[in-house]
């Protein structure tokens, strides 16, 4: 009977042990999830940084294209009242002149200006981009995790994990893009 207990008694303390092994494995999922998601938070405030900056820097191009159209109207005004003055054999102002090499050279700079704030808006775009997709490779690994608890599967956890990785690798591109 004595040796029926010393059996029952092993068992009951491997079951345990076992026991106590899945719950550090859990333990190690919980912990490894939470940094997962300290990455994705990262990572969606950095995308989110560069949408907006991208956002801001296409109104700026835009802004600076409508500013060269007013800048083209006025010239063309100049032009078109020389062709009349001219046509009429009226004399031409000085300042008539003066105006449409301004305005000419003005033209020229704020077209520089609108098609230097493009670039930046498409570069700060592909940055976004690149950003995103480690936020929505951070998030799947996020689901694998969660996932691998609930169907006590390993391979799903180790599976976020290279996702993870992935996921990193992303983001650090992200660093080296900006």
Known sequence: MEELEDATERLKETMEAAEEKKERW??????????IAVFAALAGMYGNHHANEA????IKSSDAWAYYQSKGIKEELNVNTARI??????PVPAENAEAINRY???????KEDAEEKEK??????????????AVT????????SAIS???????????????????IVFFVIGFFTS
């Open 55 to 58: 956002m801001l820097d296409q």
């Open 149 to 167: 608890i609930l169907t006590r599967k390993k391979l799903l956890w180790y599976l976020s994990l290279l996702l993870t990785v992935i996921g």
């Open 120 to 133: 930046s808006s498409e570069e700060h775009m592909r940055e976004h981009v690149v950003f995103s997709r």
């Open 26 to 35: 859990t333990m190690y999922v919980a912990l490894s999830t939470a940094i």
């Open 137 to 144: 490779i951070f998030q799947v690994a996020i689901a694998l």
């Open 104 to 110: 000419e050279k003005e033209k020229k700079e704020i």
């Open 85 to 90: 003055l001219t046509s009429l054999d009226r």
